[in-house]
């Protein structure tokens, strides 16, 4: 008879408690991740796709290197996110804690406060939506892992997808991801078109 009554609230918890297990999991994966480098293809909400390299180190760096012919760039320098359009010598900035990639490159942020797991259709991958209520125009940012015991945290990362403040998606898809090898600062450097010399 306690069987009975229990059975109810075993249903209610179960998915709750599996939340948090795996957003448990994120957590755990991000902290675990110090570099990274990965193969990616970025599609724009107009279904244009670049690829390129991904390298990551934490705290604060990442750099998107595009492929062959593609004049851009994004890197961040752990200081700030930058956008370098070589074709007409621009360059943009923004602080790292404004965009949707803080959550990639902050070790210590807790994202139990602004994240939640959402349902996916596949038992294997764990997605995470990440955004903060209290600051909408930093977007929000969907990660999506596969399990997997051999990468921190039992979970690889396998991209992203992010809204910014005008509603605009960009999907990223990773490849050959690579955790944890040694990669030097001079990785984040990059040439300022405006004037003579790398900075960084």
């Known amino acids: 008879m306690i069987a009975k009554y229990l059975l109810p609230l075993v249903a209610i918890t179960a998915p709750a408690i599996a939340q948090q297990s795996d957003l448990a999991l994120v957590q755990r994966h991000l902290r675990g991740v110090q ?3 990965a193969g990616f293809a970025q599609t724009d909400r107009t279904g244009k796709t670049l690829t390129g390299t991904l390298t990551l180190k934490r705290p604060g760096k990442i750099r998107f290197q595009y492929g ?3 004049p851009i760039l994004v890197v961040a320098d752990g200081k700030s996110l930058w956008f370098i359009d070589y074709s007409v010598r621009q360059v943009s900035r923004w602080p790292i804690g404004g965009s949707p990639l803080a959550v990639l490159l902050d070790p ?3 994202i139990a406060k602004f994240a939640q797991i959402i349902p996916s ?3 294997r991958i764990v997605l995470a939506l990440v955004r903060d ?3 909408p125009q930093f977007g929000a940012i969907t990660l999506a892992f ?3 015991a051999l990468s921190p945290g039992g979970l690889r990362m396998q991209g992203w997808v992010a809204l910014d403040a005008q509603n605009n998606r960009t999907t990223v898809h990773l490849s050959d991801q690579r955790f944890n090898a ?3 600062d001079s990785a984040f450097k990059w040439r300022d078109p405006r004037q003579a010399g790398p900075r960084g």
Request: proline share 14%.
């Open 146 to 148: 596969a399990r997997d």
């Open 121 to 123: 259709s596949d038992p």
């Open 108 to 110: 210590n942020a807790d």
């Open 182 to 184: 040694p990669v030097a």
């Open 133 to 135: 209520p209290k600051r």
């Open 68 to 70: 062959q012919g593609v």
């Open 35 to 37: 570099t990274m480098t």
